[in-house]
């Protein structure tokens, strides 16, 4: 059985369809690369997995691990083990990264009928995976992303995937606004969160990404639909021919 | 206006002394010297007169009339005739003060009583205090309290004033509180309207010497039909002053909230900085923010900011959070103790802003009773209760 099965998705936003029929098929321990250019439904792909309620699902269906997703809340998604790494992360006042990634593994433990996570046991976790992204103990203690540069706010999106371990990662633009040296940071982080057991969709329009997280799929999204399937080698052939290229094929 | 037919109120007369025997309020960790006033009256106990050999006095305003009439006059304090109930705190020259001073004012009506309480403080040159001070009702009888209280903040000298308006949801209470400030005073007010049907706060700052500064802040959260009002002024007279105040409300079902705040800068008042600003989530179509913040200039070498905010709560924050697993009321309920805990961060007694930050937090979740209506911990057997049901899950 297939981790995440999309069949022929279709979405809209204020009555705008974005997605067209879209279908993919992730299996456990794939790495599949979402490129395209901008304004084509790959961010609307992501946030209709991830549940956000400003667009409305038309037609199709997503099936994750053999359930139905749109029966499921948006927490209830992130407690089946879907993480959404955001684009453009949420400054969120007042609440602290480590109460924030507490809170959110305390709920995600009770819904699967856990107990809470013991405090030192906590700690530990917090300190093993901000090394896997070189972030900041500072940062641990501060609000979430604010005040943040691009580049914090890209480690702390990897930094709260290693904490809550998911099954299946979309990582939306992770690479954009990052330096050369932040983008390292964050694909070693990725490469060091690979298993056979977890699927990634990277949501890129740039190659740059996959130079250092190589995928096992390209696809691209072009106009609300996926027109083109391929190795990693297709990304390098977007690459030097341009996104134009697709109309003509 | 909730239940302002004065007719139907009795003027509350001096309760006996064993009314409240036995009633005692804690903050954990937290050791104060506890001064107990019961409808408004002054009772004297074994803390109130005040094991502190610096001199501090701690009276009611009649007896304060008698014995301390020279220093009410030297502070200008008129018709001394109307002070009948309240409270007489004056802290002398230099004086340390080890304690917070922490003064219970409990209301325990038996019918619908009037409570009309005037105090007040002085605070002495170079001397320091940190005052806590509780408006609590501990039965659900309906009362109103007015409480005027005048504070003088002498040259070098610095409070720290809490204030928990805590009362139930049949009871009114409004206060008129005037800061007086010498030079290099300094003042921070904490103003916390945790619960009440009717709550109106009046405060004044007023700087009458240079290098003085005032930080204001006030957390309100209403529910209900429940109405708070807080009118902020401050007025720069004299140069080189700050005041900054910052209020916070949440709104939720049809409750009512207004907030005045008003900045004067005098004409001599060069080199002033003032800032106001009053924030508010409203979480129901119902409830309802008006806030007017207003500053009136009238010196060009001033700086002087004003701001107001009314929304809901941040969308795409709850979005954020919800994908990483947290219920949407989990989500809610920090978001909105992160907007609270702007404001409760600011507190310096460590204790009490643990104690503040638990209260809020249980607030928030509508777990409030009667018996808890006391802000802090009441020992008190719990008479009714007073549990608003939809707020708990």
């Known amino acids: 059985m297939s981790l995440l099965e999309i069949r022929n998705l279709h979405a809209s936003i204020n009555g705008k369809e974005i997605l067209k029929g879209v279908d993919l098929t992730i299996n456990k321990g794939e790495v599949h690369a979402v490129m395209g250019p901008n304004g084509n439904g790959k961010s609307t792909l992501a946030s209709v997995i991830a549940g956000k309620d400003n667009f409305e699902v038309t037609q199709g269906e997503i099936i994750y691990q053999g359930k139905n997703l749109f029966d499921l809340s948006i927490d209830q998604r992130a407690a089946e083990g879907i993480f959404l790494g955001f684009q453009y992360p949420v400054e969120i006042p007042g609440v602290s990264i480590s109460n924030f990634m507490k809170t959110a593994i305390n709920e995600q433990r009770k819904y699967k009928g856990l107990d809470p996570i013991p405090t030192f046991e906590f700690m530990k976790l917090m300190e093993e995976k901000k090394k896997i992204v070189e972030l900041d103990s500072k940062l641990a203690n501060r609000s979430v992303n604010e005040g943040f540069s691009g580049g914090e706010k890209k480690k702390n999106e990897i930094f709260q995937m290693a904490m809550l371990n998911p099954t299946l990662s979309i990582l939306d633009e992770t690479d954009s606004g990052l330096d050369i040296d932040a983008l390292r940071i964050v694909a070693a982080g990725v490469n060091a969160l690979r298993s056979k057991e977890n699927s990634t969709i990277l949501i890129t329009h740039y190659q740059r990404l996959l130079d250092y997280i190589v995928p096992d799929f390209v696809h691209v999204l072009y106009e609300g639909k996926i027109v083109k399937t391929g190795p990693k080698e297709l990304a390098l052939e977007l690459e030097e021919k341009g996104y134009e290229w697709l109309k003509y094929e | 206006m909730n239940g302002l037919n004065m007719n139907s109120f009795k003027k509350a007369t001096r309760p006996k002394e064993d009314d409240f025997a036995g009633f005692s309020c804690n903050i954990p960790q937290l050791i104060t010297y506890r001064i107990n006033q019961f409808n408004g009256f002054f009772f004297e106990t074994k803390d109130s007169s005040l094991a502190i050999n610096n001199g501090t006095i701690v009276c009611s305003m009649e007896a304060a009339k008698q014995k301390y009439s020279s220093i009410l006059e030297e502070k200008n304090i008129k018709d001394l005739s109307l002070y009948e109930e309240g409270l007489f705190i004056y802290v002398p020259k230099n004086a340390q003060i080890d304690l917070p001073l922490q003064i219970l004012d409990v209301i325990k009506a038996e019918d619908s009583i009037l409570i009309n309480s005037k105090s007040v403080i002085i605070i002495g040159e170079n001397s320091k205090l940190k005052l806590i001070c509780c408006d609590d009702t501990v039965n659900d009888k309906s009362s109103i309290s007015e409480n005027t209280l005048q504070i003088f903040l002498e040259d070098n000298s610095s409070l720290e004033y809490y204030k928990m308006e805590n009362i139930n949801n049949s009871s009114s209470i409004f206060t008129q509180t005037n800061f007086i400030l010498a030079s290099n005073a300094s003042l921070t007010t904490f103003w916390l309207s945790i619960n009440g049907g009717n709550i109106r706060?009046?405060?004044?700052?007023?700087?009458?010497?240079?290098?003085?500064?005032?930080?204001?802040?006030?957390?309100?959260?209403?529910?209900?039909?429940?109405?708070?009002?807080?009118?902020?002024?401050?007025?720069?007279?004299?140069?080189?002053?700050?005041?900054?105040?910052?209020?916070?409300?949440?709104?939720?079902?049809?409750?009512?909230?207004?907030?005045?705040?008003?900045?004067?800068?005098?004409?001599?008042?060069?080199?002033?900085?003032?800032?106001?600003?009053?924030?508010?989530?409203?979480?129901?179509?119902?409830?309802?923010?008006?806030?007017?913040?207003?500053?009136?200039?009238?010196?060009?070498?001033?700086?002087?900011?004003?701001?107001?905010?009314?929304?809901?709560?941040?969308?795409?924050?709850?979005?954020?959070?919800?994908?990483?697993?947290?219920?949407?009321?989990?989500?809610?309920?920090?978001?909105?103790?992160?907007?609270?805990?702007?404001?409760?961060?600011?507190?310096?007694?460590?204790?009490?802003?643990?104690?503040?930050?638990?209260?809020?937090?249980?607030?928030?979740?509508?777990?409030?009773?009667?018996?808890?209506?006391?802000?802090?911990?009441?020992?008190?057997?719990?008479?009714?209760?007073?549990?608003?049901?939809?707020?708990?899950?």
């Open chain 2, 201 to 393: 706060n009046s405060l004044n700052v007023s700087f009458e010497g240079e290098h003085s500064k005032a930080e204001l802040y006030g957390l309100y959260l209403a529910d209900r039909d429940q109405k708070v009002l807080n009118e902020v002024s401050v007025t720069h007279n004299r140069p080189n002053c700050n005041s900054a105040q910052l209020y916070k409300g949440i709104l939720d079902d049809s409750a009512e909230a207004e907030f005045k705040g008003h900045i004067h800068v005098g004409k001599n008042a060069y080199l002033t900085e003032a800032t106001q600003n009053n924030k508010n989530i409203l979480l129901t179509d119902k409830a309802r923010v008006n806030t007017q913040p207003f500053l009136e200039i009238y010196n060009d070498d001033v700086k002087c900011s004003h701001g107001a905010t009314i929304g809901q709560l941040d969308q795409s924050a709850m979005f954020y959070m919800r994908s990483r697993g947290i219920t949407e009321r989990s989500a809610k309920m920090l978001l909105m103790y992160a907007f609270c805990n702007e404001v409760l961060s600011k507190a310096s007694l460590q204790e009490l802003k643990d104690k503040l930050q638990d209260i809020i937090k249980r607030r928030l979740h509508g777990e409030l009773t009667s018996c808890e209506n006391c802000v802090l911990v009441c020992n008190n057997p719990c008479e009714s209760m007073d549990v608003d049901i939809t707020k708990i899950n």
